[in-house]
């Protein structure tokens, strides 16, 4: 699947395009709105990019477990070089490093709660002056419907592309979205 950008600063033609999308074959999961305007973006019910998305937790908590990793594993091997495994025994010092893993995946988790989304820096600017950016993830076979639809709206503003959500969260959010409309 490939992500791609485009900005507009009509939330009108937005809410045309996505369902001109979804008419299209291309579901709702699929068609994503990141911009400053919130409410307006509520008032015209388009699908937004959610606040945790908007935020960089999920790479700065990559880069937390991974630091975390490092760190649990100099641990062990100190306990092990130093003999002292031998003398009290390992449970401590495994214990030691599942509680270093959790507390510096969580300490990157606090630090990119702080940061824009990695993925979105590049288009704060256009945020800045009032602009809405599309993202629309398409698969192979969906390319041509969305290049069908946006080419009736010349006033966006192709902005890139790049990698999208994996399909399985695309579909997990889909029967989420079934499930929702067939409960009570």
Known sequence: M??????????????????????????????HVLSKDDAGVQQ???????????Q????????GA???????LLAVAIAWLSGLAETIGWVPFIFLSIVLLGFFT??????GIQEPN?????FEQALADGKHLLLVDVDNRQEETMRRTL?????????????A??????????????FVRWAP
């Open 44 to 54: 015209h019910h388009l699908h937004e990019v959610n606040t945790f998305m908007r």
């Open 66 to 72: 991974l630091i975390g990793i490092g760190i649990s």
């Open 165 to 178: 959500m994996p399909s399985w969260v695309v579909g997990w959010q889909e029967k989420w979205r079934d």
């Open 106 to 111: 969580w300490e990157g988790g606090l630090w």
């Open 118 to 122: 990695s993925r979105f820096r590049r």
């Open 151 to 163: 080419a009736q709206h010349p006033s966006l503003k192709p902005a890139g592309v790049g990698a």
């Open 2 to 31: 490939k992500r791609y950008y485009f900005i507009n600063d009509n939330l009108d033609e937005l809410e045309q395009v996505e369902q001109e999308l979804e008419r299209g074959g291309i579901s709702t999961p699929h068609i």
């Open 56 to 63: 960089d937790v999920v790479r700065s908590g990559e880069y």
